[in-house]
């Protein structure tokens, strides 16, 4: 029989979360049981150096919490918790109640906005709100294209890919595109918890039963300026893929979410890098020349982990980010702002 007690004995610190069912300030008493018998309680013990360094989320019902004395934690939850029922974080040796913060993570976001304007990265994530700068229809249809022209095809008969990868069908289907991750935190922030949510261009689907990351692009900037934009954009895919909630519209229930692969060692950019423009001879058509180049991206998981952990202080300060002086959208709303009534 496991003894919570001599698990918590042996770690460091511990996290628990706690989410009310109704329960106020009258119902909370000094009993351990009776606490516990209005509370639904979640329990996940943390080591400092863990191998894994993502903690996913899962709920676990339990109806009482010996290993926490009785006392300290109707303290805390009472001063706390009847406030507002919702979703709160113990830490344990610290004996600290705390709100959860849950964000929404984009992995386009990963490339431009985190790097451009860390203010309008924490509207983005924490509230949903976000310009959207103009974007030319072009590049759409330049897409859409690209998408169908690669759709269904083998991987090493269109692109000149590494010797060690083995062969590979790309999968740029509908039901491939909406992808979204399970809840999962850093270990070190155990009060903000993430979740992925994005559109994916394509899939490398091997015959090793692995998937790659696949993301289309036209641009004419250097290789190594590429793989250094959008690798964590292709990370954020591939842990969203690997702990994946679902892969289907969001807005179709009627399906079960659609087993995955656990493995997606590889990720890769396609990219059109467009150098002429040609009238085609006897006919009023015409078309963008250029060249495909394929571009394979390095997993760095340790790598992502260090964002992901940069991303989570972030959001456990009490304030906002201050906007950046180079950030043209928030420059735009300072000089708006005494004009308006």
Not at 26 to 36: H, I, Q, Y
Not at 92 to 114: G, H, N, Q, T
Not at 262 to 283: M, N
Request: aromatic fraction near 10%; hydrophobic fraction near 40%.
């Amino acid at each position: 029989m496991d003894d919570p007690q001599k698990r918590a004995n042996g770690m460091d610190w511990g996290v628990a979360r706690w989410r009310s069912e109704g329960s106020r300030r009258d119902s909370l008493g000094p009993s351990s049981l009776n606490l516990m018998k209005s509370l639904v309680l979640e329990t996940t013990f943390v080591q400092p150096a863990q191998a894994h360094p993502f903690t996913v989320r899962k709920q676990r019902p339990s109806a009482c919490c010996p290993w926490y004395g009785a006392s300290s934690a109707t303290r805390l939850l009472r001063r706390n918790l009847h406030r507002r029922p919702g979703a709160f974080v113990l830490h344990l040796s610290a004996k600290k109640v705390r709100e959860l913060v849950r964000i929404r993570l984009y992995p386009s976001d990963l490339s431009f906005r985190w790097n451009a304007c860390r203010f309008c990265f924490w509207l983005k994530c924490r509230y949903g709100v976000a310009m959207r700068p103009p974007f030319p229809e072009v590049f759409n249809h330049i897409d859409a294209a690209m998408k169908e022209a690669f759709h269904g095809r083998n991987l090493r008969s269109v692109a000149s890919i590494p010797d060690d990868w083995p062969d590979g069908t790309i999968d740029c289907s509908s039901a491939i595109e909406n992808v979204r991750s399970q809840e999962f935190e850093v270990t070190t922030h155990a009060w903000v918890r993430f979740t992925i949510t994005g559109r994916l261009d394509g899939l490398i689907r091997f015959q090793d039963e692995t998937l790659g990351v696949l993301d289309f692009k036209v641009s004419r900037a250097e290789t190594s300026k590429l793989q250094e934009t959008y690798a964590m954009q292709l990370h954020a895919y591939a842990f969203a893929l690997e702990k994946a909630a679902n892969l289907l519209d969001a807005d179709d229930t009627s399906i079960a979410p659609v087993p995955l692969p656990p493995a997606v060692p590889r990720l890769a950019l396609i990219v059109f890098r467009p150098d002429g423009y040609e009238l085609l001879p006897s006919s009023h058509e015409s078309c963008l020349r250029g060249q495909t180049e394929f571009i394979p991206i390095e997993r760095d998981d340790e790598g992502f982990y260090a964002l992901c952990q940069e991303i989570a202080a972030l959001f456990e300060r009490p304030e906002p980010p201050a906007p950046s002086k180079h950030c043209e959208t928030c420059s735009f709303y300072a000089a708006r702002y005494p004009f308006q009534s």
